[in-house]
């Protein structure tokens, strides 16, 4: 059991809290049981270091019995130790490689543009900061079917710990691109084939847009600006169609998270009744 909390292995995991020490260790914080579960079922590969407490290891024993079966170092901490790792792992975190979401542009494109060929819907997060809300979004995505989410080199890093918490272990579940332009990205979903939309209140509203032959139902590319500005004349200039939310009650707004929901919601649910899948 690791029962130092001034160890050298217990700072490098707590720092990995900061960006500096994510890029430079090329390595990440997957923290609580559901994130970390989702990491060792679909993202094995990745997994360095999985540390429980006692407790955490009697509760979470199919966690720990799957990494162990996959040759993850697996480690007994104390309580202190977890707490000095991470205040937010309920006595269970992991430490995963990076490289999946550290990737050069052009590789990273060049993958978007694999997953577009044949994919139905896709969303990009453009100036997207807060980390809440892209691990919302993220998550809303895998819920809504979605190919793809890519954020752009203007959001919100996608290792980041709040990130990788909000989206509730969804990461592992579908392919996350980041650090790509904007314009670059919509070039390639678009030679795909698929329509570029923007959620954005200047637009029609979702039920008008679809009213005109069923366009929800098409092969779609949404675009989430940023939570507090939106998108600037230039950003709306590279899509198709500005759409909307509409506000049915006296709420200003919705949440970036909420909006983006309902927007992958009606794609999915329009491609299903129009297809049948």
Known sequence: MITNVRSDRVRAVSNLSGRSARLRGNRFLVEGPQAVRELVRYATDDVLDLYLTAAAAERYADIADAADLAGVYVHQVSDEVSRAMSPDAQGILAVAERTRYSMASDVALGLLADVARDGALIAILSQV?????????????????????VLTDSSVEITNPKVVRSTAGSMFHLPVLGGVDLIEAVDVVRAAGLQVLAADASGSTLAQFDGEGGRLARRTTWIFGNEAWGFTPDQLALVDEPVAVPIFGRAESLNLATAAAVCLYASALARRSAFGA
């Open 129 to 149: 900061r807060d980390p809440g809300n892209a691990g919302a979004v993220i998550r809303a995505c895998d819920a809504a079917g979605a190919d793809a989410v």
